[in-house]
């Protein structure tokens, strides 16, 4: 028995049919070998390529992990649903161990010699940054699930698609919770990689426009691992809050800086890595009362984000961080551009993928002309006894934010 | 190559203009069409922008709305972080719109900046504009500045955009004019080379061969190959026709006469493919003559009869048949036998446009082009000037003819004048003596008789020494009113014995024929020429000699067809019945020189003299004749009405004087003899000389003596005339009669003038003498 393309099954049986003659028989195997012919080969069944680099070991390798199991896991259940046009997909994951110029050569190697179909984004907004190029080069719309740099979109890419919120917007509504709980003396400390940069200076320019004050505006660099020199000046220069910049590790660093010098500021806030649940792994309760941003929550209740959530524990066995979260959506949204466009065409998917507006598992997804995001928001949470409050936006908190 | 051709080529001529008017028209458009885009796109980025400004506002305006909602406009967190989020609203506006934008509030300073650096911040604020909305540029760059306030926050928002988003629109459309300026350029160069392949290169092809003198051959674009083809066959119909012009132009140098006309018909007939006839039209025949023919395999003869010579003649036009002539000209056997069909008949003029001639050409059925009748009216030209040029030459040798012939008749004259001189003196004793003795012996003698004889013979022989004298022109020639009938008897009766009597002529004169004014000599001329032509024509077979004169009136018709006036004539005829004249040589009778006698017979002068005689009288003549049958000629002589002062008197009786006393004189004794005998039998007394010096000697003793002198005219010592002069001075009431036998020096009037009473021809008769001398002793 053999199935076409149509689905059609054939019994070769038939020509053992012992009422017709040998030409009709003839003629019968004869139209039957054609349409084996017509048979789509193997080809029909290949799978859609998509290529990610990550930074599966070194600096960057608990986010990249997440970014893994997100994508791994969309790739599973978009495979279970009919793949992409009904073709299946297959999601390469690479190692670049955090440096940017192995990224670029992986990157390469997807574009020419395997010739993927599509590409998410590396980790980070340094290696992003280091691999845009050569994406925009080849015209391969590049979906970013690790990378919130504004400076991203400020090149002219055009095929740089955010799938979350950039930095810019990341310390917007802890700055908020100060406002509304008087806090306005305040020192921010950032690493100097791409990231860190850009949410310090929209976290200065977003102070300015809350009418808070600067005490102290301070870089750092990156991978410094003691911090303490600046949690001093912190105590020292009277301020009461005390904004990070910067990844985990940042935000670690500078939790057992305060530990050491036995000093919190009113609040502190150390950016994206108190949203993992690494954060408070490795902080533990000097975690507690740490604010930080997080790009998704499964408590957002946004469309399938339970189910995700659910699923995810069930495969990994621990909750998904934010990250996680973003990979799936970063699938999620690719799905929804091939099937709007009806191809996997990489022009008539950048098309659709810049005309969207839809619902992921992290909220709604839409991006401005540049590719930036615009439309999905952010959450900010604060460890308290061992658990990641939501405390803003005020309408889906979890918790009263505590100073 | 000159600049000069250069600018004349054909590439430049036609594409030069083209490429200027594209050039201007594509600067134009563009120049146009960039500003059009650009104040498009200044104005596009202006509604932009100030649309934009409203949207702006309306964020702020609803925002605001948002905090007043909330009953919290009292809270000032809640304020502050309104505005926050209003900020962040307006950048994310600011930014999906690329549009710079900065917000500040009064007395927080600057809260929003975007894409705008400090510089460009620096300059606005320097410069900032009162104007709600304005341009300006800063670094090169264009740029829209709008700005407004919203009052509830006290804020003021600028926005600035600058022009670099409708850029690319005006680089696309320089490129596109660009791209369409190459490709214009290229399609003119394509135009060039196509223009270089098919159309200059074939030109230059076809004008090389012809300045070469070559027939261009080209092969290939149908219109270039139509030209070459029509240029070739224009410069072989040009060749073709050169060769006729130089044909023509070489017999012209090199031919005259008949040779020149049968050269130029020839070369008529070889160009045209026709028959051609040349006829030279004669005014005194009123008949065309045949010049040259050529094309047909026999002289025509009279085949040109029936050609329409007369109407061409009359109209002054050409007259061209193209199909059908010989059914439009049935009687012109050379048509008809050839069964022509094109006949062009073609007037040939004179220089005073008169017609001296037809070109006749027929044959097969032909169309006459331009060229063909250009060529004809060539030959009609040339033949003309050569009629002309061959009249003049005619002229020149008559008139050389005539010189010489006057010259001779001059030298005979002279003879003639002396031998006359000298026989009238042998005669005139003769006649004197003779009619002396007819006086005296009685009429019924033997003797009268026979001396009457010798009487009539004397006056025979003077008659014979007059016709002697006229026929050497030496008689004198005055036109006076007389009867033309005694002369043309006398003539008749010279005539008479100088023709054979084989020939009889018959005399019809009229003697009621009214008085002309002419010449006696003359009319005495006339007759003898016209009837000694008439008895040549006779010759040895004789015939008659028919001589009529008649008085005869004539009107208007006839004598404009004369070319005289109506009136009344005196028609002399003189007819015979010999060979007659052929019809084509009638009309030149009257030529100088033309005869158609044996050599020595005849010096073609007869009939040349007579007509210049008639003219000179105011008359015509006609001659008709038929071959075989004879000929008649007509001369008419305007009648006379005037009378001719006084009648000689003629009576039979002789005049006698009354004894007067006359001097004679003569130089040859024998005359002054037989004078003196005469004069004193006629009842005068003389005394006689024979030396006029002697004469005047014995005149001058006594002048009062004598009543009368009488002397010769030509004599040794003192002439006639002379003596007469002397006498003269010494009685100048003396008349004198002067008798000569020839004189070619004294007129009548001359010797009237003198003094001299009278004048006698001798020999003269005893009653002539009677007569005159009592005329000049009346004229006292």
């Known amino acids: 028995m053999v199935m076409n393309s149509f689905g059609l099954v054939f019994d070769f049986q038939i020509l053992r049919f012992p009422a017709l003659s040998g030409l009709w028989k003839r003629i019968l195997l004869f139209f039957s070998m054609g349409l084996l012919f017509l048979q789509t080969p193997c080809s029909a069944q290949d799978p859609v390529t998509i290529g990610v680099s990550l930074g599966l070991t070194g600096r960057f390798s608990v986010m990249a992990e997440e970014l893994k199991n997100g994508f791994k896991l969309w790739e599973q259940n978009v495979s279970t649903e009919n793949g992409l046009l009904g073709r299946p997909v297959r999601v390469i994951v690479r190692d670049d161990k955090s440096d940017p110029e192995l990224a670029v050569s992986i990157y390469r190697e997807f574009i020419k010699k395997e010739q993927v179909d599509f590409l998410f984004a590396p980790y980070s907004s340094l290696i992003t940054a280091a691999v845009l190029p050569l994406a925009e080069e080849n015209g391969m719309p590049l979906l970013i699930a690790g990378a919130a740099a504004d400076r991203l979109w400020e090149k002219g890419y055009r095929n740089a698609i955010g799938v979350y919120t950039p930095a810019g917007k990341f310390t917007l509504g802890f700055l908020e919770l100060l406002v509304l709980n008087e806090l306005d003396q305040i020192t921010v400390i950032y690493a100097d990689d791409p990231f860190s940069i850009d949410l310090a200076e929209s976290t200065q320019k977003w102070i300015r426009r809350f009418g808070l004050n600067i005490i102290e505006f301070q870089k750092i660099e990156k991978g410094r691992m003691d911090l303490e020199p600046w949690a001093v000046k912190t105590r020292e220069n009277g301020s009461q809050v005390l904004m990070v910049c910067g990844h985990m590790n940042e935000a670690v660093n500078m939790t057992m800086a305060l530990k050491q010098i036995k000093w919190r500021p009113k609040a502190f806030y150390a950016s994206v890595g108190p949203a993992l649940q690494g954060f408070y792994d490795r902080c533990g309760p000097e975690a507690e009362g740490v604010f930080g941003t997080s790009l998704w929550e499964p408590t957002a209740n946004y469309p399938g984000a339970r189910e995700f959530n659910e699923q995810f524990i069930a495969t990994y066995g621990h909750a998904p961080g934010y990250h996680a979260g973003l990979a799936y959506a970063a699938g999620q949204v690719l799905k929804k551009a091939v099937d709007e466009s009806g191809s996997i065409d990489k022009k008539q998917v950048r098309e659709a993928l810049f005309h969207m507006d839809t619902m992921t598992i992290i909220g709604r997804f839409g991006v401005d002309k540049k590719g930036k995001q615009v439309r999905q928001h952010t959450f900010i949470i604060q460890w308290r006894n061992g658990k990641k409050e939501l405390v803003w936006p005020d309408q889906i908190k979890t918790a009263e934010p505590e100073f | ?780």
């Open chain 2, 1 to 780: 190559m000159s600049v000069k051709r250069i600018l004349k080529s054909l590439p430049i001529r036609m594409f030069i203009p083209v490429i200027m008017a594209l050039g201007l028209v594509g600067l134009g458009m563009y120049f146009f069409v960039l500003k059009s885009v650009s104040e498009f796109a200044d104005e596009q980025i202006k509604e932009s922008v100030a649309d934009i400004s409203g949207e702006i506002y309306d964020i702020c305006d609803e925002n605001f709305l948002d905090l007043m909602q909330s009953g919290k406009m009292d809270d000032r967190k809640t304020g502050v972080v309104k505005k926050a989020v209003t900020l962040g609203i307006i950048e994310e506006y600011a930014r999906q719109n690329d549009i710079g934008c900065r917000l500040t509030e009064t007395g927080r300073g600057e809260l929003l900046r975007y894409q705008i650096d400090p510089d460009l911040r620096e300059f606005i604020e320097a410069h900032h504009l009162k104007e709600i909305s304005s341009r300006f540029q800063f670094k090169g760059r264009k740029y829209y500045f709008q700005h407004f306030d919203f009052n509830p926050w006290g804020w003021h928002i600028g926005l600035v955009k600058d022009t670099k988003a409708y850029a690319p629109l005006i680089e696309r459309v320089k490129l596109a004019y660009s791209v369409t300026g190459m490709l214009l350029v290229l399609g003119l160069v394509l135009i060039l080379l196509v223009q270089e392949r098919f159309l200059r290169k074939p030109l230059a092809r076809i004008i090389t061969a012809m300045q070469t003198g070559q027939v261009p051959d080209y092969k290939g674009i149908y219109e270039l190959e139509f030209l070459s083809d029509n240029i070739s066959e224009m410069m072989h119909s040009l060749e073709e026709r050169n060769k006729w012009v130089e044909s023509l132009y070489l017999i012209a140098i090199t031919n005259r006469g008949k040779d020149f006309f049968q050269l130029v018909a020839q070369a008529l007939s070889d160009a045209l493919g026709l028959n051609i006839l040349v006829l030279r039209y004669n005014q005194a025949g009123n008949s065309f003559h045949l010049t040259a023919f050529s094309g047909l395999d026999h002289e025509p003869y009279e085949d040109f009869a029936g050609l329409p010579g007369a109407q061409i003649l009359a109209e002054k036009r050409s007259i061209i048949v193209t199909s059908g002539a010989c059914l439009e000209f049935p009687l012109a056997p050379c048509l008809t036998r050839i069964n022509a069909q094109t006949y062009a008949g073609i007037p040939v003029f004179d220089r005073g446009e008169v017609v001296i001639g037809t070109m006749n050409l027929f044959g097969e059925e032909k169309h006459f082009t331009q060229w063909d009748l250009n060529l004809i009216q060539t030959a009609c030209r040339m033949v003309a000037v050569e009629f002309e040029y061959l009249a003049k030459e005619k002229d020149k040798a008559g008139l050389e003819v005539q010189l010489q012939q006057a010259q001779k008749m001059e030298a005979i004259g002279t003879l003639a004048g002396g031998i006359a001189h000298d026989f009238n003196n042998i005669l005139f004793p003769v006649l004197g003596h003779t009619e002396i003795l007819l006086e005296d012996i009685p009429e019924d003698t033997p003797i009268h008789d026979r001396l009457k004889k010798i009487y009539k013979g004397s006056i025979r022989a003077r008659d014979l020494v007059k016709q002697i004298l006229t026929f050497s022109r030496q008689e004198r020639f005055e036109l006076k009113t007389m009867q033309l009938q005694p002369v043309i008897h006398e003539a008749l009766k010279f005539i008479r014995s100088t023709i054979p009597t084989t020939i009889d002529i018959v005399q019809d004169i009229r003697e009621n024929c009214s008085s002309v004014r002419a010449d006696a000599t003359q009319i005495h001329q006339i007759v003898m020429n016209l009837a000694t032509n008439a008895a040549h024509a006779m010759d040895n077979a004789g015939g008659k000699l028919k001589v009529s004169l008649e008085e005869i009136r004539m009107d208007g018709g006839d004598a404009t067809h004369l070319d005289m006036k109506p009136g009344s004539y005196v028609c002399l005829r003189v007819a015979d019945t010999g060979t007659g004249i052929d019809k084509e040589l009638i009309g030149k009778i009257f030529d100088p020189f033309f005869t158609t006698k044996a050599k020595g017979k005849g010096t073609g002068m007869g009939l040349s003299v007579v007509h210049g005689i008639v003219d000179q009288m105011n008359g015509s003549i006609q001659a008709f004749s038929e071959p075989g049958r004879g000929t008649e000629f007509k001369v008419y002589f305007p009648v006379e009405h005037r009378a001719e002062g006084k009648e000689m008197i003629q009576t039979g009786k002789l005049i006698r004087g009354r004894g007067e006393k006359i001097l004679l004189i003569d130089d040859e004794a024998d005359i002054v003899s037989m004078e003196e005998q005469v004069l004193e039998r006629l009842g005068y007394q003389v005394v006689a000389f024979t030396e006029s010096t002697k004469a005047l000697k014995a005149f001058c003793k006594t002048p009062d003596t004598f009543d009368m002198i009488i002397t010769d005219m030509a004599m040794p010592g003192m002439s006639g005339d002379r003596l007469a002069a002397e006498c003269l001075k010494k009685r100048p009431d003396i008349p004198i009669l002067l008798c000569t036998g020839f004189s070619d020096s004294l007129t009548e009037e001359k010797m009237l003038s003198q003094g001299i009473r009278g004048f006698l021809s001798k020999p003269m008769g005893m009653g002539e003498l009677a007569q005159k001398i009592h005329e000049v002793l009346d004229s006292e």
